[in-house]
C-alpha cells in the first residue's frame, strides 16, 4: 500500500483493488471512513488510515459493521461524503441501520463497500450481498478491474449525492485482492457537515415510516431509469444472434475467453456494472435481435431472474441461459468461463488453446492447510488447555470463534468444534450449556470480543450460565493483517488511545472468576486453565481466562524493527530421541522432520517463543542465544 | 501442441504462505508498468495465507482477468517443491519450470512425505523445461534468506521469457525504492537469481 496517495495525479500506477477504492474515495472528496476490518475488504481503510492525517479526513477502524456503518451514515446525515467497508457477512452486523439508511436517505454521497468472497478464500460463507440491495432498495455497482475499482467508486458518490440515497459497492475478493495500473486523478479536499433538524425525516417513527417508504419507492423508480444511461453499462458489437450479458468481474473474464476464441468482435456483450436494479432499457437493446441470452454472473442469478422478468413482460422471445451453464458455486475461473461459452457459442474446444488435459506430476502431494504461525500464543494456550482438560479427565465441547485460533479446528488440537459468526462462540454457549451436561468452553479473540462477544457475556452474567470463556489476547486483529483494535491503544490513523482490557469488562458485567494467563508458561496456564473450569462445574457461574501475549508476527517485525536478535531454538540431535512430540503433539510448523524421525528446528522459521523447549521430554531443544529481558519484553 | 497467444505472458508463483510470493507479484507488476506494459495480478490473504499454500497470478499484456487458466501458465515459479508439483496442472507442454530447491513439510501431525529427490525426478519426468535453483542459499549469500523471492524473481528474468514485457532494470528501479538494507540485498539477490538460471538450465 506503499504510494497511493504519494504519486503525482495523472501518473498511472499499480494498485491493489481496494487500494483504488481507497483512492477513488478521496478523489470523491471523502471526509470519513470507517469499517471493521474483514478479507477481503480490510486494505481500503488500512490505505486510508495510513494518509488519514495528511489527508484531513477521519478514518477509524470500528467496534464492528454495526457502528462502522452508523459512523459513517451519521457522517453522510450531516452533508459530507461518507465510506464504510465491510467483508459480505459484515453487512449482516450492519444490517439493521442498513436497512432504514434506504429509507432515510443520506445528504452526503455514502457509499458502503461489501467485498465478497465469492470462492470462501477466509471466509465461512460466500453469500451474494446483491440481494441486501434488492432486499433494502439500494443500488449495487459492481467493478471488474481495480482501475475501473477507482473510477466507479468516484462516480457513484455523484449518484448516492444526486440521489439522496446510500449505494453499495460489490467488490469479490478477485477485485479486491487483484492489482493493476490505475491513472490517479485529483484529489477533492474534506469539507465539514452541519446536521438539519428534521424530524419527519431523520426519525423513522411509524407515522414518518410510512411516508418515507412512500418516497422511497418513488426514488427507486427514479434510480431503475437512471441506471440506464450509467456510463459503465456499455452494449459492445450490438446486433448479434446470440448475447452475453456479463455482470463485475465476469467480463474481463468473458473477454479474455472470447479472445482466444477469436470471437471477440462477433459477440454482442453487455457490460453491466449496474446489477441492482437492472437497467430495463439498456437490456432490451442488447437484446433486441437476440434469439438467445446468457447471464454470466457469480453466485446467484440475480440479474439473470431480472432479465428473465424483463423480457417476459416486454413480450421478447430471446431464450435467456444462465444457472443452467454458469456454476452457481464458487468463483469462475476463466477454464469454466471456457467451458460453458464453447457450449453457448456452440464452437469448437479447440478453439481455446488452454482447454483440455493438463499436465500431471505422478507422487501424492499431501494437503498444506493454512496452520497458526511459528510462536503463535494461541498454540501455546491450545496445548495447555488440553493438557488442563485430560488432567481434570473432562470432555468438554470447545465453541469456536473466528479469526487465526479457528485453524485450532485442524490435528492435532481440534479445539473448535463449532464456528457459526464473530461471537457465536460464547453466543451458543448460553444454550448449549444449558441444554447438554457436557462442559462447555467458549473460545474468542480479543478482537472478536469486543466486536461480538461482550453482549452474550453479559447475557451469561445475567442468565447464570455455566461455561469458560477463553479470550485468547494478541493485542491486534491478526488474521486480517494486524489492524489496532480498543485493545492495542493505538487509532487506525496513529494516535495513541486508551486501552480497553478483556479481564476489565469482564469484571464490570459481573463475572466472578477472571484470570489473566501468560500462555507460554505451558505448564501453569494449563493449572490455571483447570483451576477456572473446577469453577464454573462447581458454582455453575460463567468464569474468564484472559491468555495474553502478542502476536508472533508483530514481535518478529518489532524485534527486527528494533535490531533485537530472535533467540532461534536448535535441536540437539544426540539428545532428540525422535519421539515425535515437538512436531506431531505441539506441532510448530518451524518443526521439520529428518529422515530418522527426528527434529530440526528451521532457523528460518523459528520465532524464539521457546514453548518447544518445554515440550520437549528430554531436554533436547535449547536456545541458540540466551533470551534477553528485551526480547521477553516485546511479548507484551 | 498448445499454442498460446502470443501477446500475453502468464507467470504463476507458488509456495507456501510467508514466502514473499506477494511481494513477487507486486514487485514484477510495478516493473511491468515502468515498462509500459499492461498487467494484472491476483492473490490471497487473510485466512489462505497462514503457512498454507499460496498462489499469485500475474498476466502481463493484453488481457482483461486477473486469473491464468489450468494449463495457461508460460511459466510457473514456485519456492517450494510440493507446490510446484500441486500447481503443475497449471501448466501446458511449453512451459518452463523455475523451482526452488526447498521442501517444507506441511503442519499435519504424522503427514507422509515424499522424498526431494523423489519429487524433483518426478517432476523432471514430464518432460517439460525445468530449472531447479538454491534460491535460499543464494539469497542468503546476498545477505539475508528473506529474499529468495527475489532469487527466483531474477531468475525469471534470467529465463528470458519475459523479454519485451518487462526488463530487468525496471525490476531494479522498483527494488530500489525499498528501504535499506533490502534494496541492496534484494539487488544482489535479483542478480545471483538472473545469473544462476542459465547455469542450472539444461
Known sequence: MSRVFLEQVGRTVLLMGNEAIARGAVEAGISFASAYPGTPSTEIVETLAKYANVLGIHVEWS???????????????????????????????????????????????????????????????????????????????????????????????DFSEKFEHPVILRTTTRISHARGPVQLGKLRKPVWGEFTKNAERWVVVPAHARKLRLKLLKRWSKIEEAVNNFPFNRIENPGSKKVIIACGITYGHVVDVLREMDKINDITLLKLSSTVPVPRKLVVKAVEDAEEVLVVEELEPIVEDKVKAILQEEGMSAK???????????????????????????????????????????????????????????????????????????????????????????????????????GGSIGAANGLAVTTKQPMIAIIGDSTFFHAGIPPLINAVYNNTPFLTIILDNRITAMTGHQPHPGTGITASGEPAKIIRPEEIAKSIGVEYIDVVNPFKLDETAEKIAEALKFVEEKRKPAVIVSLRKCALLVISDARKKNIKIPVYRVDLEKCTACTRCYNVFACPAIQVLEDGKAYIDPMLCAGCGDCAQVCPVQAIEPTIKPGKEWEELWW | MVKMNRKYKNVLAVGVGGQGLITFGRVLAEAAILNGTRVLTAEVHGMAQRGGSVVTHIRLGDVESPLIPLNGAHVIVSMELLEAARYINYANRETILILNKRLIRPNIPGVKMPKMDEIIEKIKSIGLKTVILEADELAEEAGSYVSANMVMLGALLGSKILDGFVKLENVEKVISKMPEPWREINIKALKLGYSSYSKNSY
Open chain 1, 320 to 422: 435467456v441461459h444462465g444457472k443452467d451453464m454458469v456454476p452457481r458455486a464458487g468463483e469462475l475461473t476463466l477454464n469454466k468461463v471456457a467451458d460453458f461459452l464453447v457450449k453457448f457459442l456452440n464452437v469448437s474446444k479447440q478453439s481455446v488453446p488452454w482447454l483440455g488435459t493438463h499436465q500431471e506430476v505422478s507422487i501424492e502431494v499431501p494437503p498444506r492447510p493454512p496452520t497458526l504461525c511459528p510462536g503463535c500464543p494461541h498454540r501455546a494456550t491450545f496445548f495447555a488447555l488440553k493438557k488442563a482438560v485430560s488432567k481434570l479427565k473432562m470432555k468438554p465441547v470447545y465453541l469456536g470463534d473466528i479469526g487465526c485460533y479457528t485453524l485450532g479446528v485442524n490435528p492435532p488440537y481440534r479445539v473448535q468444534d463449532t464456528c457459526i459468526e464473530m
Open chain 1, 63 to 157: 467496534i464492528n459493521e454495526k457502528v462502522a456503518f452508523e459512523a459513517a451514515y451519521g457522517a453522510a446525515m450531516s452533508g459530507v461524503r461518507a465510506l464504510t467497508c465491510m467483508k459480505h457477512v459484515g453487512l449482516n452486523v450492519a444490517a439493521d441501520p442498513f436497512m432504514s439508511s434506504a429509507y432515510i436517505g443520506v445528504r452526503g454521497g455514502f457509499v458502503i463497500v461489501t467485498a465478497d468472497d465469492v470462492g470462501m478464500w477466509s471466509s465461512q460463507n460466500e453469500q451474494d450481498n446483491r440481494w441486501y440491495g434488492l432486499h433494502a432498495f439500494i443500488p449495487v455497482f459492481e467493478p471488474y478491474s481495480p482501475a475501473e475499482a477507482k473510477e466507479l467508486t468516484k462516480e457513484i458518490f
